[in-house]
Nanobody
Framework: QVQLVESGGGLVQAGGSLRLSCAAS????????MAWFRQAPGKEREFVAR????????YYADSVKGRFTISRDNAKNAVYLQMNSLKPEDTAVYYC???????????????WGQGTQVTVSS
């Protein structure tokens, strides 16, 4: 089974930066499309960013484009989300997710982390 563990969340002021990490574990871990999602209190979970495991392609939600950067480190089986120019509306629990080949081409993900809280004060 694949395990995803997020870290790096915290409290920051508007305009500040934060870097989230997602460590993937599992003896059979192979190539997955990785992504970040977030869910604010009382709101539906929304897509933030995704990256191919090779890192050859990335895609961002319009709300974070130009401010957030998703990256990966194959040697560490990890993905990151660098968040700059944070806004109060970015406050949410951020989740790391992995998509297997069975769902490539769809918006469904197979594995999820527990999430890490990001709070941006005004």
């Amino acid at each position: 089974q694949v395990q995803l563990v997020e870290s790096g969340g915290g409290l920051v002021q508007a305009g500040g930066s934060l870097r989230l990490s997602c460590a993937a574990s599992g003896r059979t871990f192979n190539t997955y499309i990785m992504a970040w999602f977030r869910q604010a209190p009382g709101k539906e979970r929304e897509f933030v960013a995704r990256i191919s495991w090779s890192g050859s392609s990335t895609y961002y939600a319009d709300s974070v484009k130009g401010r957030f950067t998703i990256s990966r480190d194959n040697a560490k089986n990890a993905v990151y989300l660098q968040m700059n120019s944070l806004k109060p509306e970015d406050t949410a629990v951020y989740y790391c997710a992995a998509q297997t080949s069975t769902h490539w081409g769809s918006r469904e993900y197979d594995y999820w982390g527990q999430g890490t809280q990001v709070t941006v004060s005004s």
